[in-house]
C-alpha cells in the first residue's frame, strides 16, 4: 500500500506541506523499490557517514593543543592555539554554504551523490590535516592548508546531515521511519565518542609529549582511512525510489522554499533547542561542573559517558516510540523536560543535593528525544525536489549560530562573574523549539502508516 503523508503548519493560510511517502515512489513492472529490497544496506550508508562527520569534526577540536605548536605561528602557545581554534570556527561559517551548494548537487544529481561527495570531502580534508608539513618547514603554507581543510570539512559537513535526513525520509520502511532517523543520527553520537577513544588510544601509546611530536597526525589518519571506507560503503547504496521519480521535475528551490518559510522557522528552531543543550552538556560542562565546585573536570568527563549511553537509550527508544505514537509528542516530551529541569537540575547539583552523574544522564536523555526523531521529522516537512536545501539550511544556520558560539558565550558569562546564569540559554531555546512544535501538525494517512 501507498499513501502520502505530510507534517504541515496548520496557521491561517498556510499551504499544508506535502511530501511523498518513503518507499513509494512508482516502480518498474516486476521490480520493488530499492528501499524495500535493502533498508538495512541503506541505512548503514547513512549511519556510517554520520560517524566519520562527527568524528572528524570533534577530533580537530581534541588535537588542537597538540598539534598547534607545530602548524601555526605566533609568539606563544596561547596565540598558537587560538589561531588552531580560529580554524576550528571558520569550519562552523560555512556550513550553512555548504547546506546549499552541495545540497542543491543532493537535490538535482541524486541522494548517493550527494552522500558520496560529502564524506570523501571529509576523508580528503583528514588526510590532508595527516601529512601537511609544519610551519618550520613551510611556513605560512602551512596554517593555510590547515585553514584550508578545515574549510572544505565545513562545507561537507553543512550537507552531510541534510542529505542524509532526505536519504532516510525516503528509504526508511514505513513502519520504521523514525527507527531509522534515530539509528543514522545516533552515528553522529558514536563519532564524538570514537573521538575521545583515539585521543587516549593516542596518549596511551605515545604519551603527552609523543602526540605532540607527531602523533596527533595518527588521528587524523583514522579519520581519513574511517572516510575512505564509509564512501565505499556509500558507493554501493542504492539511489533513492523517490528521488528518482521526482528527478525528472526538480523545479528551482528558491520559490520552493519561499513557500515553506514557516516550515524553515521550526526547523530552525528545534535545531536551535537541540544544539545548546547538546554544546552545554558535551563541551562546556566539565568546566562549569569545576567552576561550580560541583566536580572535577576528569570526573564529570567520566560522568559524560553514562550520560552517553542514555542519549543513545533515548534516541533508539524515542525512535520506536515515534513509530508508534507519532513524532510530535516524542520531540515535546524532550523539549518540555529540558525547558523545566536544566535550571533547578544545576541548582541542586551546584548546592551539592544532586551528583554531576545524575544531571549528564537525565540532560542527555532528554536531548535524545528530539534528536531521534529530527531527520525524518526534518525530512519530511519538505518536498522531495528540495529536501536536503530545505532542511540544510536552517540546520546549518542554527548549528553555526549556537553551536559555534556557545564555547565563547560561556567564557563571556564566567568571565563577567555571570556563569551561573549558564543554564538559562539552553533551557530557553528548548522552551522556544517547544513553542516552534505547536505551529506543525502531524496527519495520520493509512492504516500502514498510522502516525505521521
Known sequence: MTSTEHVGLPAAGAAAVTTAAAGTAPARAGTAPAAARRPRRELAAATVGSVVEAYDWTIYGILAPYFAEALFPGSSPTAKLIAAYLGFALGFLVRPLGSVLIGRLTDTRGRRYGLTLTVGLIAAGSLLLAVVPGYASIGLAAPLLVVGARLVQGLSVGAENPSVAAYVTET????????????????????????????????????????????????????????????????????????????????????????????????????????????????????YAAGAGAATKEETSAALLLGMAALLAAMLGGGKAADRFGALPVLRTGFAGLALVTVPLLAAMTSGRVPVQLVTVVLLFLLGLPLAVSNVFAGRMFPTA??????????????????????????????????????????????????????VREHPTSSVTPHV
Open 386 to 439: 528540495v529536501r536536503a536545501v530545505a532542511v540544510g539550511l536552517p540546520t546549518a544556520a542554527a548549528i553555526s549560530l549556537f553551536g559555534g558560539t556557545f564555547p565563547m558565550l560561556a567564557e563571556l558569562l564566567r568571565s563577567a562573574g555571570l556563569g551561573g546564569w549558564l543554564p538559562w540559554w539552553p533551557a530557553l531555546t528548548a522552551a522556544a523549539a517547544l513553542a516552534a512544535s505547536w505551529g
Open 172 to 287: 526508511a520502511p514505513a513502519g520504521r521511519r523514525y527507527f531509522y532517523s534515530a539509528v543514522s543520527y545516533a552515528g553522529v553520537v558514536l563519532g564524538s565518542a570514537l573521538s575521545f577513544i583515539v585521543m587516549n588510544v593516542l596518549l596511551g601509546v605515545f604519551g603527552e609529549s609523543g602526540v605532540e611530536d607527531g602523533g596527533w597526525r595518527y588521528g587524523f589518519v583514522f579519520g581519513g582511512l574511517l572516510g575512505l571506507t564509509a564512501l565505499w560503503i556509500r558507493r554501493g547504496a542504492a539511489e533513492s525510489a523517490a528521488f528518482t521519480a521526482a528527478a525528472a521535475k526538480a523545479p528551482s528551490p528558491w520559490p520552493v522554499l519561499r513557500s515553506h518559510l514557516g516550515s524553515l522557522a521550526v526547523v530552525f528552531a528545534i535545531t536551535s533547542g537541540a544544539t545548546t543543550t547538546f554544546y552545554f552538556v558535551t563541551v562546556d560542562f566539565p568546566s
